[in-house]
């Protein structure tokens, strides 16, 4: 039905193709204006792709449009509104939103052709929208319009609307695009204007132009995608990706000098430039005028290759010859490759030349013309069958050209790839070409044998019998325990056995190479001594075959495959990873196999192997290390047994720590046998650290073995055994002490016997019942021993109460109970002590102090006392008796001698005459010869520090710390003492240390006294200290070489610097005065005010303000600032030098105020220099510079004043009358000064004349501001050009100004090393431009004949630009010349004639001239065999006539020449002269190739020399 539903009206097939002239137009009620897309009148729909709608069919949009009104109007009213009768069915199916009557949709066919509402709809279903544009060209417009969606999704989620951004209601669409379009042909005609005007000069480059364009494009590409018009919309990564494009070309064009484009594009620009200016210059009248004649034309203008046309070949064949395998290679295929195709894959491969990847290719050799069928024989390896096949599709075979003779005509040599996919044996058998000719075979070649591939693999046994836990997991890799004897491998090697074997099958014998990888170490697996498993099955059919077929059998036999296997046995008593790895693998054919290569990557990376699945040619088994156990050594060094203790202070228990290796989980076996009892138990680990076993009752724990994750091991037989320790017991007895003159029993001697493990601790509590209120006393007993005895013997008197309590060792810390005590009745005795309650007890005194020691006795008085006094080794004893009084002093009196005293109390005895030797009862006293001494450690001119600075005055302290030292101020009348206290330094060791004490003021101190417990002494050298303030800086000018301002009165006026002029080198400068500590920092500030300033002097109104710093050494001058006329007042601010860091402000003042101060304020006055400049004006007063100079310079470029002379009219040759006659016209130059000079002036003008040195014209008395330059007629009499410039100007007050250097007055010409004189007044005279034939031009030929394709150049004498006239074959053109030679192309044959020269700067000076008029002829031609490429084969001795044909002006000569087929060699070569007829035969009978390589007639030649 072609799409058509079957109640679709007539009309809606056959329509008006989409942008036919013969659409209609619809028209739009006027005034009626076009909803917003989105709004109420124009409700917004969503867009659906018309492919995922569920309706089973479907009709166009233009069909529905029908069925929708119903009927067609042949004529509708003018300005009548059309609608459909049916909305709803055509919105909901075709996402088409409707307007009301007169809207504009964008279907709108009036605003543009159909095409343009296909790209503003952007709706998928364009094929409706094309049908209904159709339906609308057959029928009149409906009453309601329909409108595409507006909107479309886009990559990323973007909505796009479908429109321009501009409403076709404003700028219909095809007016937008001819806009955009016109924009942009003008941005490219600029952008070639700019690129152009910037290539003329080499090397040049413009940053302006590059930013303007990269502006300009980015804006371009920018509203291009903003603007969204139809056709030219482009999408937001096209537009960036086109502004980059755009910024590589400016880069390229405006800003690199060697550019990607110079280098690769101009060749190809060139061409196309060469190409496109000879298709304008083709144009009749237009084209020269257009083009001119232009050098890139000139430089690639080539001749025609026709004059020069036909070549005639000559070829002989020789017989085609054929041979299979001709370098007797051998084949093999892939069978597992081969069962891998589909089944249709040998048929495909005949009839379209494909062949698979299982397939071989059997190259068979072809020399001679291309064959059109191949027959070879096949004989299969198993049945011995040969059958013949033939190959008539040659075409569909691969084919690779070896050699191409072109002089055979078609002959090549080729190797033709046959295509095999089965094992057996191949011969050559026939091969024919188009003809029927049968090829020639090489004799006696053998066949070519194709075999199986060698494969292998590896797999492990199915019926591995092993006990070492061998897993194979579900990635092909196994594992293994480790073995720890050799039993497994005497057993395998004796049986056979083995975990892995190798599967090969191939043509054998096969080679194959095993790699084993242990841990790293790579190394080789033998398989010599290893014989093979054969897995090949007995034939059954061979009873059933002939002797001839048996025979054949036998006879390819040795060609078949055959599958063996090798069992590859291990010891594995090393752990860790075992990587086998079948690499390579070769058959008796040589064919070898590199297994690794069949993954991409091999299985070793270095010495690891991959990770991943096993492979068919590698296999991993990983053997584990079997765990081991045993004590930490931790425990093992622990002192054994091990004790239990219920005491809370030791352990009731034991972690007993273990090592363990291998990997997790663990579960360790052990036994405990504690007597009879023996128990065993286990206990898993998760983690070998902090892995222990808890022991809580006695006994031997003994470790039977150990099982990880993989492997169960053996375990350390060492024992640990714990023990229940026992708890202390004591047994305690006494013995009285007895002393008869103390009166009895003075105390007792306990003694102890200890069970238990030592040290021992024993608590007891001694309490006096003479005191039953008192607390008892605890006392500890610690001993080592088992057995143990003390004294007990306290002073006093009464009956003594022991009890013991509690007992410790080692193994209860906390103790055990016990109980036991003693009672012993105890006399007192008597004791002496040093008493400390009633004071401190010095332990240093001084030679000749009287010293005292204080004592408490105790016992039945009187009392007598021993003691003694240890000095030096010396021990001197004194005894005191009669002592009634518990507490004595005893006086020790005064020692003599310095050092350490020892006082030790020896014996005391009381009244009953019982005495008691006293033990450690002593004090040391230290006795010191002197105090301290002090002194000063002032420089010998004092202290000096800054003023509002304290100082501290160093003194030098030896003696006991903390020292007091007392000090005054020479001359204080108040008599006031200062005192300060030294105190030790940190970390300071020795007795004297180096202090400082507070001065304050300025002044002399002196020391008084210094003591720490003695009084100490004052050195007399260094008992005087002085202080002194420095004085601050000052810094003033010193006026003995300045003046006052006479403006100002002699009291208040402000001293000045002699005056400067502007420019000149300042021979004075400001003396500075200064006071204090150098180097000196000076801050001062410069007030400047203009020459031109009307209020000069006055601080508010000074031209700049600046603030200086200036670092003095020494008395220094201050330089004044220079350059600028104008006044200068110089202000002191501040100084500062090496003391005084802080800037010390200074007292602005233009005279000595005090005396301590001098003058800080002065002025310095800088006048103008005389300025002025050189001006040119006309004979009648006009002005021909109206440019000015900036002041202080003159003109650097200044304009060129030129006048044109007819040759012969200048003084240099020798026409004085003509040369006098222009001089009136010739304009006057003046000197013009500044009024801020003082007449009279002087100036010195340098002048340059046209050849020649220059010359210094010195201008006297110049009287008032202008004045009039005459030049000598010597200077300005010479064609050419010279310069006047101003070299130095004065002006009465003697100030100069230096407009050149000096050294460079001289030096301003070309032939002295400048290449241009700076500044000043250029005048040249012009002298009329000549032109003569260039030497090595056709042009200077007498005969004045040339050929098409000479090069006529002419050298033009004159200025480097000129206006040249000309005529070619009666055309006259006029070009304009930059270059001193002009050339041009005689590319026709006629007449040319060079007519006249002008200067473009001066167009009135010409030369003419009547003897450049040139003939150009054509250049000859000849034709080979008629002008064409005659190939022609022959048999051996025949004859060919070649004919040459000429064309030219005779007499002619001509060169040919027979050449190889290939044209690498030139056989013979012959020359014909002064042929007077147009024609010419060549008899040939020899094989090559025949061609004119030189032709020449009277006038001309091709090709040129």
Same mark, same amino acid.
Not at 313 to 330: A, E, F, K, V, Y
Not at 779 to 800: C, E, L, N, W
Not at 1260 to 1272: F, V
Not at 1442 to 1471: M, N, Y
């Given at each position: 039905?072609?799409?058509?539903?079957?109640?679709?009206?007539?009309?809606?097939?056959?329509?008006?193709?989409?942008?036919?002239?013969?659409?209609?137009?619809?028209?739009?009620?006027?005034?009626?204006?076009?909803?917003?897309?989105?709004?109420?009148?124009?409700?917004?729909?969503?867009?659906?792709?018309?492919?995922?709608?569920?309706?089973?069919?479907?009709?166009?949009?233009?069909?529905?449009?029908?069925?929708?009104?119903?009927?067609?109007?042949?004529?509708?009213?003018?300005?009548?509104?059309?609608?459909?009768?049916?909305?709803?069915?055509?919105?909901?199916?075709?996402?088409?939103?409707?307007?009301?009557?007169?809207?504009?949709?964008?279907?709108?066919?009036?605003?543009?052709?159909?095409?343009?509402?296909?790209?503003?709809?952007?709706?998928?279903?364009?094929?409706?929208?094309?049908?209904?544009?159709?339906?609308?060209?057959?029928?009149?417009?409906?009453?309601?319009?329909?409108?595409?969606?507006?909107?479309?999704?886009?990559?990323?989620?973007?909505?796009?609307?479908?429109?321009?951004?501009?409403?076709?209601?404003?700028?219909?669409?095809?007016?937008?695009?001819?806009?955009?379009?016109?924009?942009?042909?003008?941005?490219?005609?600029?952008?070639?204007?700019?690129?152009?005007?910037?290539?003329?000069?080499?090397?040049?480059?413009?940053?302006?132009?590059?930013?303007?364009?990269?502006?300009?494009?980015?804006?371009?590409?920018?509203?291009?995608?903003?603007?969204?018009?139809?056709?030219?919309?482009?999408?937001?990564?096209?537009?960036?990706?086109?502004?980059?494009?755009?910024?590589?070309?400016?880069?390229?064009?405006?800003?690199?000098?060697?550019?990607?484009?110079?280098?690769?594009?101009?060749?190809?620009?060139?061409?196309?430039?060469?190409?496109?200016?000879?298709?304008?210059?083709?144009?009749?009248?237009?084209?020269?005028?257009?083009?001119?004649?232009?050098?890139?034309?000139?430089?690639?203008? =080539?001749?025609?290759?026709?004059?020069?046309?036909?070549?005639?070949?000559?070829?002989?064949?020789?017989?085609?010859?054929?041979?299979?395998?001709?370098?007797?290679?051998?084949?093999?295929?892939?069978?597992?490759?081969?069962?891998?195709?589909?089944?249709?894959?040998?048929?495909?491969?005949?009839?379209?030349?494909?062949?698979?990847?299982?397939?071989?290719?059997?190259?068979?050799?072809?020399?001679?013309?291309?064959?059109?069928?191949?027959?070879?024989?096949?004989?299969?390896?198993?049945?011995?069958?040969?059958?013949?096949?033939?190959?008539?599709?040659?075409?569909?075979?691969?084919?690779?050209?070896?050699?191409?003779?072109?002089?055979?005509?078609?002959?090549?040599?080729?190797?033709?790839?046959?295509?095999?996919?089965?094992?057996?044996?191949?011969?050559?058998?026939?091969?024919?070409?188009?003809?029927?000719?049968?090829?020639?075979?090489?004799?006696?070649?053998?066949?070519?044998?194709?075999?199986?591939?060698?494969?292998?693999?590896?797999?492990?046994?199915?019926?591995?019998?092993?006990?070492?836990?061998?897993?194979?997991?579900?990635?092909?890799?196994?594992?293994?325990?480790?073995?720890?004897?050799?039993?497994?491998?005497?057993?395998?090697?004796?049986?056979?056995?083995?975990?892995?074997?190798?599967?090969?099958?191939?043509?054998?014998?096969?080679?194959?190479?095993?790699?084993?990888?242990?841990?790293?170490?790579?190394?080789?697996?033998?398989?010599?001594?290893?014989?093979?498993?054969?897995?090949?099955?007995?034939?059954?059919?061979?009873?059933?075959?002939?002797?001839?077929?048996?025979?054949?059998?036998?006879?390819?036999?040795?060609?078949?495959?055959?599958?063996?296997?090798?069992?590859?046995? !291990?010891?594995?008593?090393?752990?860790?990873?075992?990587?086998?790895?079948?690499?390579?693998?070769?058959?008796?054919?040589?064919?070898?196999?590199?297994?690794?290569?069949?993954?991409?990557?091999?299985?070793?990376?270095?010495?690891?192997?991959?990770?991943?699945?096993?492979?068919?040619?590698?296999?991993?088994?990983?053997?584990?290390?079997?765990?081991?156990?045993?004590?930490?050594?931790?425990?093992?060094?622990?002192?054994?047994?091990?004790?239990?203790? !219920?005491?809370?202070?030791?352990?009731?228990?034991?972690?007993?720590?273990?090592?363990?290796?291998?990997?997790?989980?663990w579960t360790v076996n052990y036994i405990i046998a504690n007597g009879d009892e023996i128990t065993q138990e286990s206990?898993?680990?998760?983690?070998?650290?902090?892995?222990?076993?808890?022991?809580?009752?006695?006994?031997?724990?003994?470790?039977?073995?150990?099982?990880?994750?993989?492997?169960?091991?053996?375990?350390?037989?060492?024992?640990?055994?714990?023990?229940?320790?026992?708890?202390?017991?004591?047994?305690?007895?006494?013995?009285?002490?007895?002393?008869? %003159?103390?009166?009895?029993?003075?105390?007792?001697?306990?003694?102890?016997?200890?069970?238990?493990?030592?040290?021992?601790?024993?608590?007891?509590?001694?309490?006096?019942?003479?005191?039953?209120?008192?607390?008892?006393?605890?006392?500890?007993?610690?001993?080592?021993?088992?057995?143990?005895?003390?004294?007990?013997?306290?002073?006093?008197?009464?009956?003594?109460?022991?009890?013991?309590?509690?007992?410790?060792?080692?193994?209860?810390?906390?103790?055990?109970?016990?109980?036991?005590?003693?009672?012993?009745?105890?006399?007192?005795?008597?004791?002496?002590?040093?008493?400390?309650?009633?004071?401190?007890?010095?332990?240093?005194?001084?030679?000749?102090?009287?010293?005292?020691?204080?004592?408490?006795?105790?016992?039945?008085?009187?009392?007598?006392?021993?003691?003694?006094?240890?000095?030096?080794?010396?021990?001197?004893?004194?005894?005191?008796?009669?002592?009634?009084?518990?507490?004595?002093?005893?006086?020790?009196?005064?020692f003599d001698n310095a050092g350490e005293y020892t006082i030790e109390l020896a014996q005391v005895k009381d009244g009953?005459?019982?005495?008691?030797?006293?033990?450690?009862?002593?004090?040391?006293?230290?006795?010191?010869?002197?105090?301290?001494?002090?002194?000063?450690?002032?420089?010998?001119?004092?202290?000096?520090?800054?003023?509002?600075?304290?100082?501290?005055?160093?003194?030098?302290?030896?003696?006991?710390?903390?020292?007091?030292?007392?000090?005054?101020?020479?001359?204080?009348?108040?008599?006031?003492?200062?005192?300060?206290?030294?105190?030790?330094?940190?970390?300071?060791?020795?007795?004297?240390?180096?202090?400082?004490?507070?001065?304050?003021?300025?002044?002399?101190?002196?020391?008084?006294?210094?003591?720490?417990?003695?009084?100490?002494?004052?050195?007399?050298?260094?008992?005087?200290?002085?202080?002194?303030?420095?004085?601050?800086?000052?810094?003033?000018?010193?006026?003995?070489?300045?003046?006052?301002?006479?403006?100002?009165?002699? !009291?208040?006026?402000?001293?000045?610097?002699? =005056?400067?002029?502007?420019?000149?080198?300042?021979?004075?400068?400001?003396?500075?005065?200064?006071?204090?500590?150098?180097?000196?920092?000076?801050?001062?500030?410069?007030?400047?005010?203009?020459?031109?300033?009307?209020?000069?002097?006055?601080?508010?109104?000074?031209?700049?303000?600046?603030?200086?710093?200036?670092?003095?050494?020494?008395?220094?001058?201050?330089?004044?600032?220079?350059?600028?006329?104008?006044?200068?007042?110089?202000?002191?601010?501040?100084?500062?030098?090496?003391?005084?860091?802080?800037?010390?402000?200074?007292?602005?003042?233009?005279?000595?105020?005090?005396?301590?101060?001098?003058?800080?304020?002065?002025?310095?006055?800088?006048?103008?220099?005389?300025?002025? %400049?050189?001006?040119?004006?006309?004979?009648?007063?006009?002005?021909?510079?109206?440019?000015?100079?900036?002041?202080?310079?003159?003109?650097?470029?200044?304009?060129?004043?030129?006048?044109?002379?007819?040759?012969?009219?200048?003084?240099?040759?020798?026409?004085?009358?003509?040369?006098?006659?222009?001089?009136?016209?010739?304009?006057?130059?003046?000197?013009?000064?500044?009024?801020?000079?003082?007449?009279?002036?002087?100036?010195?003008?340098?002048?340059?004349?046209?050849?020649?040195?220059?010359?210094?014209?010195?201008?006297?008395?110049?009287?008032?501001?202008?004045?009039?330059?005459?030049?000598?007629?010597?200077?300005?009499?010479?064609?050419?050009?010279?310069?006047?410039?101003?070299?130095?100007?004065?002006?009465?007050?003697?100030?100069?100004?230096?407009?050149?250097?000096?050294?460079?007055?001289?030096?301003?010409?070309?032939?002295?090393?400048?290449?241009?004189?700076?500044?000043?007044?250029?005048?040249?005279?012009? =002298?009329?431009?000549?032109?003569?034939?260039?030497?090595?031009?056709?042009?200077?030929?007498?005969?004045?004949?040339?050929?098409?394709?000479?090069?006529?150049?002419?050298?033009?004498?004159?200025?480097?630009?000129?206006?040249?006239?000309?005529?070619?074959?009666?055309?006259?053109?006029?070009?304009?010349?930059?270059?001193?030679?002009?050339?041009?192309?005689?590319?026709?044959?006629?007449?040319?004639?060079? %007519?006249?020269?002008?200067?473009?700067?001066?167009?009135?000076?010409?030369?003419?001239?009547?003897?450049?008029?040139?003939?150009?002829?054509?250049?000859?031609?000849?034709?080979?065999?008629?002008?064409?490429?005659?190939?022609?084969?022959?048999? =051996?001795?025949?004859?060919?006539?070649?004919?040459?044909?000429?064309?030219?002006?005779?007499?002619?000569?001509?060169?040919?020449?027979?050449?190889?087929?290939?044209?690498?060699?030139?056989?013979?070569?012959?020359?014909?002269?002064?042929?007077?007829?147009?024609?010419?035969?060549?008899?040939?009978?020899?094989?090559?190739?025949?061609?004119?390589?030189?032709?020449?007639?009277?006038?001309?030649?091709?090709?040129?020399?």
């Amino acid at each position: 039905m072609n799409g058509r539903q079957a109640g679709a009206p007539v009309g809606s097939q056959g329509l008006t193709p989409v942008g036919s002239p013969n659409r209609i137009k619809r028209r739009t009620a006027p005034g009626l204006g076009s909803p917003r897309f989105g709004s109420p009148q124009f409700p917004r729909t969503d867009a659906q792709n018309p492919e995922s709608s569920a309706e089973p069919t479907r009709s166009t949009f233009a069909e529905r449009i029908y069925q929708s009104t119903g009927r067609l109007r042949a004529h509708p009213e003018p300005g009548s509104s059309f609608g459909l009768a049916s909305q709803t069915p055509i919105a909901q199916n075709n996402n088409f939103n409707m307007h009301s009557p007169g809207q504009l949709s964008q279907l709108d066919l009036g605003a543009g052709s159909s095409a343009d509402v296909l790209a503003s709809t952007g709706s998928p279903a364009k094929s409706g929208v094309a049908s209904a544009a159709a339906a609308l060209r057959r029928a009149p417009p409906p009453p309601v319009t329909m409108s595409a969606p507006a909107v479309k999704p886009v990559k990323g989620g973007a909505v796009q609307a479908s429109s321009s951004a501009i409403p076709a209601t404003v700028i219909d669409l095809p007016s937008q695009r001819m806009y955009a379009l016109a924009v942009l042909g003008l941005l490219v005609a600029w952008k070639l204007y700019d690129a152009i005007s910037l290539s003329v000069d080499v090397g040049r480059t413009s940053f302006y132009l590059f930013v303007k364009w990269c502006l300009l494009d980015s804006a371009m590409w920018y509203g291009a995608w903003f603007l969204r018009i139809p056709r030219l919309s482009i999408l937001s990564h096209t537009m960036y990706a086109l502004i980059a494009l755009s910024v590589f070309i400016n880069l390229n064009l405006f800003y690199l000098t060697m550019s990607v484009l110079t280098l690769a594009v101009k060749p190809v620009a060139v061409s196309l430039a060469t190409g496109w200016l000879r298709s304008v210059k083709s144009i009749p009248w237009l084209g020269p005028r257009l083009v001119g004649d232009n050098d890139l034309l000139i430089d690639s203008f =080539e001749l025609d290759e026709a004059h020069i046309l036909g070549r005639h070949t000559i070829h002989i064949l020789p017989h085609s010859l054929t041979h299979m395998n001709p370098q007797g290679r051998s084949f093999c295929i892939d069978e597992a490759q081969l069962r891998a195709e589909p089944w249709y894959q040998k048929y495909a491969s005949g009839l379209f030349g494909h062949s698979g990847q299982s397939q071989t290719l059997i190259p068979i050799l072809i020399n001679g013309t291309h064959p059109d069928s191949i027959s070879y024989a096949y004989t299969s390896f198993e049945t011995g069958q040969r059958q013949l096949r033939t190959i008539k599709n040659t075409g569909a075979l691969q084919m690779e050209t070896n050699a191409v003779y072109p002089t055979l005509g078609n002959w090549v040599m080729a190797t033709y790839y046959l295509p095999v996919s089965e094992v057996g044996a191949y011969e050559i058998f026939s091969v024919k070409d188009r003809k029927g000719l049968e090829f020639r075979t090489a004799t006696q070649a053998p066949p070519t044998i194709v075999v199986t591939c060698p494969q292998a693999q590896l797999q492990w046994l199915d019926n591995a019998q092993t006990g070492d836990n061998f897993v194979v997991g579900s990635d092909g890799h196994a594992s293994i325990c480790q073995r720890v004897d050799q039993d497994h491998l005497v057993e395998s090697r004796s049986t056979g056995d083995g975990l892995l074997q190798v599967v090969v099958e191939g043509y054998e014998p096969i080679e194959m190479t095993v790699v084993r990888l242990v841990n790293g170490h790579r190394e080789v697996i033998s398989l010599d001594g290893i014989l093979p498993q054969s897995m090949e099955a007995q034939p059954t059919h061979i009873e059933t075959l002939n002797a001839t077929q048996i025979a054949a059998i036998e006879k390819w036999s040795r060609f078949k495959t055959r599958k063996s296997a090798y069992t590859l046995s !291990d010891t594995f008593l090393r752990p860790g990873e075992y990587v086998y790895k079948l690499e390579s693998i070769r058959d008796a054919a040589n064919h070898s196999v590199v297994m690794s290569g069949l993954s991409g990557k091999g299985i070793f990376d270095g010495n690891k192997a991959a990770e991943g699945k096993a492979t068919s040619y590698m296999a991993r088994i990983q053997v584990h290390r079997r765990p081991s156990a045993g004590w930490a050594d931790a425990l093992l060094n622990a002192e054994l047994p091990l004790r239990l203790s !219920d005491d809370r202070a030791r352990k009731s228990d034991y972690a007993l720590p273990l090592t363990l290796s291998g990997t997790g989980p663990w579960t360790v076996n052990y036994i405990i046998a504690n007597g009879d009892e023996i128990t065993q138990e286990s206990k898993t680990f998760s983690k070998a650290t902090d892995s222990t076993i808890d022991a809580r009752r006695p006994g031997t724990y003994h470790l039977l073995d150990v099982d990880d994750k993989f492997c169960g091991g053996q375990a350390s037989r060492t024992n640990i055994t714990l023990v229940q320790a026992p708890k202390p017991a004591a047994n305690v007895s006494s013995t009285p002490i007895t002393a008869h %003159e103390c009166g009895g029993e003075i105390g007792a001697l306990v003694e102890l016997e200890l069970t238990g493990r030592p040290p021992f601790a024993v608590h007891y509590r001694e309490r006096n019942l003479r005191f039953p209120n008192s607390r008892p006393i605890t006392r500890i007993v610690r001993t080592q021993q088992r057995r143990h005895s003390f004294k007990v013997m306290p002073d006093m008197a009464g009956t003594y109460e022991l009890e013991f309590f509690r007992l410790e060792d080692d193994n209860y810390p906390s103790g055990q109970p016990m109980s036991a005590t003693i009672e012993q009745a105890i006399h007192a005795q008597p004791s002496a002590k040093i008493d400390t309650l009633n004071g401190r007890i010095s332990s240093r005194a001084c030679m000749g102090e009287e010293l005292e020691l204080p004592v408490r006795l105790k016992g039945q008085g009187p009392w007598e006392l021993v003691y003694n006094i240890v000095y030096e080794n010396r021990r001197t004893s004194k005894t005191v008796s009669g002592i009634t009084d518990e507490s004595y002093t005893i006086a020790l009196g005064a020692f003599d001698n310095a050092g350490e005293y020892t006082i030790e109390l020896a014996q005391v005895k009381d009244g009953n005459q019982c005495a008691r030797d006293l033990i450690d009862v002593s004090t040391v006293v230290t006795v010191r010869e002197g105090g301290p001494r002090v002194g000063f450690q002032c420089p010998d001119n004092g202290i000096h520090v800054l003023d509002g600075e304290q100082a501290q005055m160093p003194i030098n302290v030896a003696g006991e710390f903390p020292v007091e030292v007392q000090y005054h101020k020479v001359g204080d009348t108040s008599g006031h003492v200062h005192t300060a206290t030294i105190r030790r330094k940190p970390q300071q060791q020795s007795s004297s240390q180096l202090a400082s004490v507070i001065a304050y003021g300025p002044g002399e101190y002196e020391l008084l006294a210094a003591s720490d417990i003695c009084a100490g002494t004052i050195d007399a050298q260094r008992a005087r200290c002085s202080v002194h303030v420095e004085a601050k800086p000052s810094a003033w000018f010193v006026t003995d070489s300045l003046r006052r301002d006479s403006t100002d009165a002699h !009291d208040t006026g402000i001293w000045r610097l002699h =005056e400067s002029c502007e420019g000149a080198a300042l021979q004075s400068a400001f003396e500075l005065g200064l006071s204090g500590s150098g180097p000196w920092k000076i801050d001062y500030r410069v007030d400047y005010w203009a020459a031109g300033n009307a209020r000069s002097g006055v601080p508010s109104f000074t031209d700049r303000t600046i603030t200086h710093s200036l670092v003095v050494l020494q008395t220094s001058t201050l330089k004044p600032e220079c350059c600028e006329p104008g006044l200068y007042r110089y202000t002191l601010l501040s100084v500062r030098d090496e003391r005084y860091q802080k800037p010390q402000m200074l007292l602005a003042a233009h005279e000595a105020v005090v005396a301590e101060a001098g003058v800080t304020v002065v002025e310095h006055l800088i006048t103008k220099s005389p300025l002025a %400049e050189l001006r040119a004006y006309s004979p009648d007063g006009t002005p021909l510079d109206t440019s000015s100079s900036s002041r202080g310079s003159f003109r650097r470029q200044p304009r060129s004043i030129k006048h044109c002379l007819a040759p012969g009219q200048s003084k240099s040759d020798g026409d004085a009358q003509t040369w006098a006659k222009l001089h009136k016209y010739l304009p006057v130059f003046r000197i013009e000064f500044e009024p801020s000079g003082k007449a009279p002036f002087q100036a010195w003008v340098e002048v340059f004349p046209a050849s020649g040195p220059s010359e210094v014209v010195h201008l006297e008395d110049i009287a008032g501001y202008s004045q009039p330059i005459t030049l000598p007629d010597h200077v300005a009499s010479q064609i050419g050009r010279y310069h006047m410039r101003l070299v130095r100007t004065r002006d009465a007050r003697g100030c100069e100004h230096q407009f050149v250097d000096p050294s460079e007055v001289g030096l301003g010409r070309a032939d002295h090393g400048s290449a241009a004189i700076a500044g000043g007044i250029e005048i040249e005279y012009i =002298e009329a431009p000549n032109a003569r034939p260039a030497s090595a031009s056709p042009a200077a030929n007498p005969s004045r004949n040339v050929c098409v394709g000479d090069v006529l150049a002419f050298e033009l004498r004159g200025l480097n630009s000129w206006n040249v006239d000309y005529s070619y074959n009666s055309a006259r053109r006029s070009t304009s010349v930059t270059k001193r030679l002009f050339r041009r192309i005689a590319d026709v044959p006629g007449n040319f004639t060079l %007519e006249r020269v002008c200067h473009r700067a001066a167009n009135e000076c010409c030369s003419e001239f009547d003897d450049l008029s040139y003939a150009v002829h054509d250049i000859p031609r000849v034709l080979v065999s008629g002008g064409k490429d005659v190939y022609q084969d022959i048999l =051996e001795g025949d004859m060919v006539d070649i004919r040459l044909d000429l064309v030219g002006a005779p007499p002619f000569t001509f060169t040919w020449q027979r050449r190889s087929i290939d044209g690498a060699k030139v056989l013979e070569s012959h020359t014909v002269k002064d042929l007077d007829v147009f024609s010419y035969t060549i008899s040939a009978a020899s094989e090559g190739t025949f061609e004119v390589t030189f032709v020449q007639d009277r006038y001309c030649q091709y090709p040129k020399a």
